[in-house]
């Protein structure tokens, strides 16, 4: 049942033949069609002011109060493109291979082609745009190796590259709004998905100031919604992040697909305390210069948490430089998911370093003594800043304490080739979406992925649907599914508000999250997920007898908004447990303790797992039915990911 | 060992933009100092919660200095008393034990207050999409490496460029001129080659968006630069008259010749 639709020949030509085998729209019959752009962050304006260019009419939505404050503002490292203009080897061929290897074998061969081939044109869009990427003294761009890449094809604008991209996409869709092809809605949630005759033709969503319950038609919908991080309550996810929109859109039919599939990232700054609201991340482009480690003993470690030991008292010969002793060829510098699980390795056997102990060291000392402070400053400087604000401790003094952190959700609804989900007209975009990242995504892609998808691939592919519907006919805004749809949200609205019990939605989300954490974090167990599942089924019991939701829908209304997210969450959360126990190899972010090699590295099981996970809403309370999608690879040979 | 203090919050409440709003003393006990500021209000709002009152509604979102979103002027200073900081980046322990802190949303004509300590800012999205981009549609754009840009050049469009649209800016200004901020965007494209080709229609249309909006005049005080928590230049108002200027000097075919 499930096609992913993958155009048939070798893979370097199955873009450009798609893109000539696709039906296309005549100019003048494009403004006969409205899309519905739900989000605005990379993937959502750069699709909507794509589409306006070529004379559709775009709805935009989105929660915040202008599209340019959607998160992907908040990616720092920077961009991947297989330009090659340090002369280093790089290819497309290259980005695509090593986006296969990162992702651990568990991503669709065709897609990640693509995204490797357009990725050259993503910064040549953006450039024109002018978003002021970092340059060398002659004029040309400048590029970093991210990530562990061997080569250098990382292009970054500071520490602040998702922000002058997205402030470069959202410039675009400003153009298109201006020239009125582009309605923006601000402030509005997607609440639901209206569905008629099993295809997607528009929404339901709340005016967050107002409360006021509206449908939207339109003959497609683009899910750029982002990812679900902030399912663990505490992640690097803006607070407003939430997976609702996407969620609504499972329960209408689109399947979802590796849900387990999470990124820990490496580099984030501890937790504090109780009252921590979110985690704040500093890009991983640290671990160039800064030297992982924690101290040889258990004593030793104890001492430092309890203050009476500093850093600097540690002997070299008393350090332990875990990284770098494991994995001598790519030493600090190892994926994503390899980081992180070594150093939760180290605090769980009572290594871990700070007040609580969930923490290890990532230290400058080295690279101020090589570099000086001041090409360091130059380098990492507003991280350093960032830092130092956050724990009012000096970095160029004393070594940071990091300590890994909910940051990408690679899973997402199941779309074919053409984006599409299994709802005919409704596409997932950007991160939204499973497609590319398989089980772990590298450094400096999830820009790269956005823009792929709203610039180069949706505006291609969404014609090819619209052309084949075979009329031009508005959308009837009179179908009852309008008015059906409608009342269902705000029957749910209203279930929400009668919720008079006595915990919050907040205390209720954190408990969701520590049991996600602790069972579905970095490290899992048939034993711990069967666990989980138990206690989030009671938890969602709990949540509609014993929620305490304020206020009334004809307002501004955070309780409300929040009740909702969280609602969907707890029930995405029991789908991420089933998903994980039902792989039972580890691969990328997913790491089963049952599966490991004896160095005790994730250990895959391709004779079994070589599948896509994608899951079907069955009914309320019902378990969801998995469908797969076996995954052909047919220019890469499956090995071992090995870093040492 | 971290601290902890009592405070006493002076809030802004207002329930809606037609409602007459007005200070409410609220207390924030037992707060650590290695708290947000956000945080103190979620601990506050949690405890409203469980006693059913209505909680502080304030914008906030990426928590992490980098969305613009969040927006207090606090014991009158917007961001609160550190320079080069937005609010959510803001720790307690930049206050003491109890010290009575007065939270207010921006005031402005143009930014109306929604509820609380929540405005709206559309009128900046207006200003931007009334000439702050460059007229190039998707695809069909030259190699990137194409177009040499000095990397002074580059850095100092950057540096325009950083700005997160917060509308501290106007906040701080006595005549709320949003100068700073529209001064921002049409320097990052004056300086750069890309933006050469319509930087006087740029300067024109976007002035011409934010005086409709309501926003004041620039009397040189310079308390938006001094409030910018991304260190954006007031040279940047200089350099936005001066292409206003232009803008009006020059007529439409000596732009184009």
């Known amino acids: ?89 790089d290819s497309v061929f290259r980005l695509f291979y090593d986006t296969i290897k990162g992702g651990d074998y568990r991503a669709r061969e065709a897609n990640v082609y693509r995204l490797a081939e357009v990725s050259t044109n993503i910064i040549d869009q953006c450039v024109a745009q002018g978003v002021p990427f970092a340059r060398e003294y002659g004029g040309l761009l400048d590029n970093r190796s991210f990530g562990g890449a061997q080569v250098s094809r990382t292009f970054y604008a500071r520490g602040q590259t998702g922000q002058q991209l997205l402030l470069g996409a959202y410039s675009a869709l400003n153009r298109q709004i201006h020239k009125g092809k582009v309605k923006s809605y601000t402030r509005h949630e997607m609440l639901d998905l209206v569905k008629i005759d099993g295809q997607a033709r528009g929404i339901v969503t709340r005016d967050l100031v107002t409360g006021k319950i509206e449908s939207h038609e339109g003959h497609a919908v683009l899910l750029c919604t982002g990812g679900y991080g902030n399912v663990f309550f505490l992640s690097t996810n803006a607070m407003g992040c939430n997976v609702t929109a996407a969620w609504r859109a499972h329960k209408r039919g689109a399947l979802f697909a590796n ?99 969930v923490a290890v060291f990532l230290d400058f000392a080295e690279a101020i003594g090589r570099l000086g402070e001041d090409t360091v400053r130059e ?65 400096a892609s999830a820009l790269m992925q956005g823009l792929s998808d709203g610039y180069f691939v949706i505006p291609y592919t969404v014609g ?108 995405l959360g029991e789908l991420m447990v089933d998903d994980a126990l039902n792989r039972r190899e580890s691969c990328g972010g997913h790491f089963r303790l049952e599966s490991q090699t004896e160095e005790g590295e994730a250990l895959r099981i391709d004779e079994e797992f070589t599948y896509v996970s994608a899951w079907e809403f069955k009914g309320e309370n019902q378990p969801e039915v998995l469908h797969k999608e076996e995954l052909v690879f047919e220019n890469v040979k499956l090995t071992q990911r090995s870093y040492k | ?144 490496n194409n177009i040499l840009i000095p990397k002074r050049i580059a850095d100092e469009a950057f540096e325009s460029a950083t700005c997160i649209g917060c509308g501290a800016c106007v906040a701080a200004c006595k005549n709320a001129s949003a100068m700073l901020f529209v001064s921002a965007k049409i320097s990052q494209f004056a300086l750069l080659p890309q933006g050469q080709t319509e930087r006087y229609e740029r300067a024109q249309a976007m002035v011409d968006q934010m005086d409709a909006e309501g926003f004041g005049n620039c009397t040189n005080t310079g308390a938006c630069e001094a409030e910018c928590p991304k260190g954006i230049k007031l040279t940047n108002i200089a350099r936005m008259n001066r292409e206003y200027l232009g803008a009006k000097l020059f007529r439409e075919e000596d732009i184009h010749g």
């Open chain 1, 1 to 89: 049942m499930l096609d992913s639709k993958v155009p048939a020949g070798p893979l370097a030509q199955k873009w450009s033949k798609h893109k000539f085998e696709m039906k296309l729209v005549n100019p003048a019959n494009k403004r006969k069609f409205t899309i519905i752009v739900v989000g605005t962050g990379l993937a959502g304006a750069s699709a909507a002011a794509s589409l306006a260019e070529l004379g559709y009419n775009v709805k935009t939505f989105c929660y915040q109060d202008s599209p340019r404050r959607a998160h992907s503002i908040a990616a720092q490292g920077g961009i991947n493109a297989a330009k090659d203009y340090q002369n280093d080897g």
């Open chain 1, 464 to 571: 090819d649907y619209l052309a084949n519907l075979g009329s031009f006919a508005p959308v009837d805004k009179n179908h009852p599914a309008f008015e059906e749809t409608r009342k269902e949200v705000e029957t749910r609205i209203n279930a929400l508000l009668a919720l008079n019990g006595t915990k919050t939605v907040d205390d209720l989300h954190k408990e969701l999250g520590l049991i996600m954490w602790e069972y579905c974090g970095m490290a899992r167990t048939a034993e711990g997920l069967t666990k989980a599942k138990g206690l989030i089924q009671n938890l969602k019991k709990e949540f509609w007898s014993n929620a305490k939701v304020l206020g009334e829908n004809e307002e501004l209304n955070m309780s409300l908004e929040k009740a909702g997210r969280v609602a969907d969450f707890i029930e």
């Open chain 1, 379 to 443: 380098k990492y400087g507003n991280l350093f800043d960032m830092y130092y604000q956050i724990t009012d401790e000096n970095p160029y003094k004393q070594p940071m304490r990091i300590y890994p952190a909910v940051h990408y959700t690679m899973g997402g609804v199941w779309v074919d080739y053409n984006l599409m989900t299994t709802v005919p007209g409704l596409y997932a975009l950007g991160e939204c979406n499973f497609s590319d990242h398989g089980a772990n995504r590298l450094g």
């Open chain 2, 1 to 144: 060992m971290s601290a902890h203090m009592n405070l006493t919050l002076k809030v802004w409440r207002q329930k809606n933009d037609k409602s007459k709003g007005q200070f409410v003393t609220v207390q924030a006990n037992d707060i650590a100092d290695d708290m947000s500021f956000l945080e103190m209000l979620d601990i506050v709002n949690d405890e409203l919660t469980r006693k059913g009152e209505d909680p502080i509604y304030f914008d906030h979102d990426c928590r992490e200095g980098i969305c613009g979103m969040c927006s207090l002027v606090i014991n009158g200073r917007p961001h609160g008393p550190k320079y080069g900081i937005t609010t959510c980046q803001l720790h307690m322990r930049s206050f003491h034990d109890g010290q009575t802190i007065v939270i207010e949303p921006w005031r402005a004509a143009a930014f109306p207050v929604l509820k609380d300590l929540a405005v709206d800012r559309t009128s900046f999205d207006r200003i931007q999409q009334a000439g702050g981009y460059t007229n190039v549609n998707t695809g069909g754009a030259q190699d990137a």
């Open chain 1, 259 to 357: 849900p387990c599939y999470t990124q820990i990232h490496p580099t984030c700054i501890p937790v504090t305390g109780d009252h921590q609201s979110k985690l704040t991340l500093m890009s991983e482009s640290l671990r160039n210069d800064g030297r992982v480690w924690v101290p040889r003993t258990v004593e030793l470690a104890q001492k430092l948490q309890k203050g009476e030991l500093k850093a600097v008292d540690i002997k070299e010969e008393d350090r332990d430089y875990f990284l770098e002793r494991k994995y001598p060829s790519f030493g600090n510098l190892v994926p994503r998911d390899v980081a992180s699980r070594n150093a939760k390795e180290a605090v769980d056997e009572g290594r871990g370093v700070g007040k609580t102990g």
